[in-house]
Every structure is written in C-alpha cells, then in structure tokens.
C-alpha cells in the first residue's frame, strides 16, 4: 500500500477549470473516484503503468489524467466544469498491478487518499 494525499479542490463556477494533484504516484495502476453524499464512489478516471488513460463518458472530453513522474505526482485536469460535478474526489491506487482492465472498480484498488472536496456552482 501506498500513502496517497490529494489536493487542487476548490470552489470555481460553471465552465471553470481546476486541477487535482494526487502524490505519490508510481508506475501502478491509479486512478480517480468521486462520491457525493449518500452514493457509492463513481469511477473517474484511470491510468496505467504505461500512462494509457480510460475515462467515464460522463467526464470525457473534459477532463485529463496523466502522471508527472519527475514530480512523482498524478493530476486531474478538469475543465468545462458542471454542477453535477460537484463531488469530493479521491485518488485510489493499487502498487501490485500494472495493467487495469477493471480500473473503474473501487474494489481493485488498496490505498486511497482522504478526498478533496470540488464544488462548481452555476
């Protein structure tokens, strides 16, 4: 397991655009969830090892995964942001796999940061 530590949320208004960081990354299976109250966490986005990135279709086109590994750092690019985007958001991470084919599964994922709360108003 890895101890993972998100930050880059904030209030911004509807259109606006933020970034997530989420450290430390590595060369793992990583990935981003978000949950708003009284629901499960809802897959984000996702990244290989190898940095091949898979998204849900409610973010694609608007939002960005990728790594920096000489800043051993994961970000979340998110633009053209919506009310309904409004969740707390956490990077999940499993160190002893590579590929991720089930990578929008919580369950496949072992440590998890402690969330950073992302409001977008209209």
């Known amino acids: 397991q890895v101890q993972l530590v998100e930050s880059g949320g904030g209030s911004v208004q509807a259109g606006g655009s933020l970034r997530l960081s989420c450290r430390p990354s590595?060369?793992?299976?990583m990935a981003w969830f978000r949950q708003t109250p009284g629901k499960g966490r809802e897959a984000v986005a996702g990244?290989?090892?190898?940095?091949?990135?898979s998204y849900a279709d409610s973010v694609k086109g608007r939002f960005t995964i990728s790594k920096d590994k000489s800043r051993n750092t994961m970000y979340l690019e998110m633009d053209k942001l919506e009310p309904g985007d409004t969740a707390m958001y956490y990077c999940?991470?499993?160190?002893?796999?590579?590929?991720?084919?089930?990578?929008?599964?919580?369950?496949?994922?072992?440590?998890w940061g402690q969330g950073t709360q992302v409001t977008v108003s209209s």
């Open positions: 990244i290989t090892s190898a940095g091949q990135a």
């Open positions: 590595g060369s793992y299976c």
């Open positions: 999940a991470a499993d160190v002893d796999r590579w590929v991720c084919p089930l990578w929008s599964w919580p369950s496949e994922y072992s440590s």
